[in-house]
């Protein structure tokens, strides 16, 4: 069993980040994982600007993911944050009368020479860990439904349901045919007072 161990993004671990977005050009033909951040309105300005865009959130800590790390590499993570911070795609919900979640847990990415290693499973335990300590609330994934279904592991960039299920996530809707919207409640990290006898 490989150990992971996961830190957040922010601009300590930036660096990391770097490495492994530049390893897989950017990911998704150099998104920077910046997709969800962006309004339809705004995609034109960042046109070829996604690292520093990325950098920009990161350093104003409107960026969150939880890294996986295999010793001193990033071997992959998962975007989360308040859908203040990942306006995009949320038309869904209208449809569904849902009413929005505290985090949205919407893509994951997993290093090429890393799959199937249990990677993002790590990276949504992990998300999930931080949220907590942030205070906890709805949190809800986009998964793919794989039951019968062949899927090449570079396309399940949302995750899986059985991935989802197994952390506590149940189904809440249904967007198209195969994309979920699961959800499950976070609760957030007690803070304990330590009195003086």
């Known amino acids: 069993m490989v150990k992971f161990s996961v830190q957040e993004l922010g601009p300590q671990t930036w660096p990391d980040f770097v490495r492994i977005m530049e390893k897989h050009n950017g990911v998704w033909g150099?998104?920077?994982?910046?997709?969800?951040h962006l309004k339809r309105a705004e995609e034109s300005k960042w046109t070829g600007r996604h690292r520093e865009l990325k950098q920009i959130l990161v350093q104003a800590?409107?960026?969150h993911a939880a890294l996986v790390y295999s010793g001193t590499?990033?071997?992959?993570?998962?975007?989360?944050?308040?859908p203040i911070e990942l306006p995009a795609r949320m038309t869904g919900y209208g449809k569904l009368g849902l009413v929005l979640p505290d985090w949205r847990v919407p893509c994951f990415f997993v290093d090429?020479?890393?799959r199937k290693e249990g990677v993002a499973d790590a990276a949504l335990k992990g998300a999930l860990r931080i949220i907590a300590a942030k205070g906890g609330g709805t949190v809800d994934g986009y998964p793919i439904a794989t039951k019968g279904k062949p899927y090449?592991?570079?396309?399940?960039?949302?995750?899986?349901d059985s991935m989802f299920?197994?952390?506590g996530?149940?189904?809440?809707?249904?967007l198209g045919?195969?994309?979920l919207v699961m959800r499950k409640a976070v609760r957030g990290l007690q803070k304990t007072k330590h009195s003086r006898a």
């Open 169 to 174: 996530f149940r189904p809440v809707g249904r």
């Open 73 to 82: 590499d990033v071997v992959g993570w998962c975007q989360f944050g308040q």
């Open 177 to 179: 045919t195969s994309k």
């Open 61 to 63: 800590d409107q960026s």
């Open 30 to 36: 150099g998104c920077w994982c910046v997709s969800y």
């Open 152 to 160: 090449s592991s570079s396309f399940l960039w949302g995750g899986t």
């Open 165 to 167: 299920t197994e952390a």
């Open 112 to 114: 090429r020479d890393r």
